[in-house]
């Protein structure tokens, strides 16, 4: 079997079979046996290596799925914080107005779906082969941990986009997605979301125990290590209600990664060397990923018609509840008039950002945060106050709020009031990174764009879903459905 088809697993097989550059690149891939590409263990890490280029790289058709940027995109747009000013650009207006969710011929679907399967297939590949290759077994342990690693994040992703929400003290027994855990192209049903969750925690765990067992140090932050892993399982126990664990993993995953400055904060979001930063993809000019690039989408100067005519602004109900003295404030400029653009050709529109930026308009090159360690001081403090434990987690929001707003004073809320202040803490900090629809669907939250600046012309009347809505269940492709003969079953449409 060739390297081309073992990369892929379920509905990707096809996609990648034409694409102009194939995923694993030891060698061209209809002339890499499988015994080959794992036969040592350098060959193994080209494999690794293979796979965080595809979290950055375009697979797919559409010029907003490049990478795993195309789904922070995408579910950030389904929530309520980020607006778009009209349609005059079509990228990412369906997801927009909620018009993908529920439809199983929908590309964006189809991308959710075929991405994260294909980690997962490759995944399996390195798992299966990796003990088996000539090398040192701290490298074999590694790979092993990163490949866990990347099957744990996917499944993760799969099961908050496609599976009802978790609600712990319940049986979770609705249908998740299809566990596959070896290299294989047959029809599996789905599992239970109970049972999702569970191979996610035994994957991760042991990816920690073979990060701290291999005593595995990255040279890259495109990497996973045991930081990273310990990260992904706060928020899998943030989603799971698992508090205690949540607490443990969060503070285990940030330690040795200060908060950025003030100074650093406003810089654009583009450069993963930012002390913060705990894994994320660099971009270099000469592999530049062009318009599906994130910063095609998202920032404020990149010479994109997106950016051009359709800049992506905040919420004005979120902005509202920022503090005047707050670094994070300056992101955003309410009257739309504020700054100078590349040209006169950029539209501008009341609260517009310049969170994410690329150093040249002309190129989209920006390396993409994928995780940070303020999101694990949310989660912490998220954790504490969801145990009762107030006074833990005003200090834990205290500790970060502060590095942001010089004039912050711990707050002395209790209860609802001081969640609601660590949640809208969250929002602010990582607006636009990609959290958005997962967070009010794992709380259980109504979608409400109401009372602020999104229109309901170009929301195509969608400004308010119900937790209970079926469409925060996204319908399974129908590319899936027909490739399985209906092995795997649809969501309610």
Known sequence: MKLKVLAISLIAAGMFSSCKQEFLETKPTDKTSTADAFATTKNAWAAVNGMHRYMWSQIYGQQSQGGYAGNMLKVDIYGEDLVFPNTASGWLRSEYQWLSNNNPSHYANLYHWGFHYALIGNANMIIANIDNAVGEQKDKDAIKAEALTYRAFSYFQLVQLFGKRYVAGQPNSDLGVSLILTPSTTPAPRSTVAEVYAQIDADINEAIALFNSSGFKRNAKSHFDINVAQGIKARVALTKQDWATAVEAARAARAGYPLMSSADYVKGFNNYENNEWMWGSRIITAETNYFYSFFAYMSQNFNSTAIRTNPKLIFSKLYDKISATDIRKTLFDPTGTAWTMPSSSYQRFPYMHKKFLVNDPA???????????????????????????????????????????????????????????????RRIELWGEGFRFYDLKRRGLKLDRTGGNHNATYTNGLMTVEPDDKRWQMAIPDEEIKRTNGVVVQNPL
């Open 363 to 425: 190129n989209s090159v920006g390396d993409i945060p994928y995780m940070r360690a303020a999101e694990m001081y949310l989660i912490e403090a998220e954790a504490l106050a969801a145990q009762g434990k107030d006074a833990e987690a005003a200090e834990v929001l205290y500790n970060l709020v502060i590095t942001r707003d010089p004039a912050y004073t711990k707050s002395t809320k209790t209860g609802a009031e001081l969640l609601d202040e660590i949640l809208t803490q």
